[in-house]
């Protein structure tokens, strides 16, 4: 969605295999590797990124991944997919952005149940609220 927006997108996968979901037009940079791994990530653009976005299955990895962004890299706008609503809350308050997927759907479905306006997604990402 954002490379047809007209920015420039690098994806970074492992397996070279799960590139073939992309498709044949998404217009993104692919770069096969570890996003762990320093040389991956510089081979991939890190060092003049404007914006990371981790989101493999395993939150361990998406958040040492986020970290090394931040850290590292200096990169400014780093988000994360956390599973775990409790992490994830615990890494919001070391300025890690988390997006928590099933707090964000029961958050959504509450408002299309309730007619309640679709806020912020902060609004539906905050753990007090489950």
Same mark, same amino acid.
């Given at each position: 969605?954002?490379?047809?927006?007209?920015?420039d &997108? #690098?994806?970074?996968?492992? +397996?070279?295999? !799960? @590139?073939?979901?992309?498709?044949?037009?998404?217009?993104?940079?692919? /770069?096969?590797?570890?996003?762990?791994?320093d040389?991956v990530?510089?081979?991939?653009?890190?060092e003049?990124?404007?914006?990371? &976005? #981790?989101?493999?299955?395993g +939150?361990?990895? !998406? @958040?040492?991944?986020?970290?090394?962004?931040?850290?590292?890299?200096? /990169?400014?706008?780093?988000?994360?997919?956390?599973?775990?609503?409790?992490?994830?809350?615990?890494?919001?308050k070391?300025?890690?952005?988390?997006i928590?997927?099933?707090?964000?759907?029961a958050?959504?479905?509450?408002?299309?149940?309730?007619?309640?306006?679709?806020?912020?997604?902060?609004?539906?990402?905050?753990?007090?609220?489950?």
């Open positions: 969605m954002m490379a047809r927006r007209g920015h &997108v #690098t994806v970074l996968e492992r +397996d070279p295999q !799960n @590139l073939a979901r992309l498709g044949d037009d998404h217009g993104c940079t692919t /770069v096969v590797g570890d996003g762990l791994d040389e990530l510089r081979d991939a653009g890190i003049n990124c404007d914006a990371f &976005v #981790t989101c493999t299955r +939150d361990n990895t !998406n @958040l040492m991944a986020a970290q090394i962004a931040q850290k590292r890299y200096s /990169v400014q706008m780093v988000c994360a997919k956390v599973n775990d609503p409790q992490r994830a809350h615990e890494y919001n070391i300025g890690v952005f988390c928590v997927p099933n707090l964000l759907t958050g959504m479905m509450r408002c299309w149940l309730t007619g309640e306006e679709y806020g912020p997604i902060e609004s539906f990402n905050r753990l007090e609220d489950a």
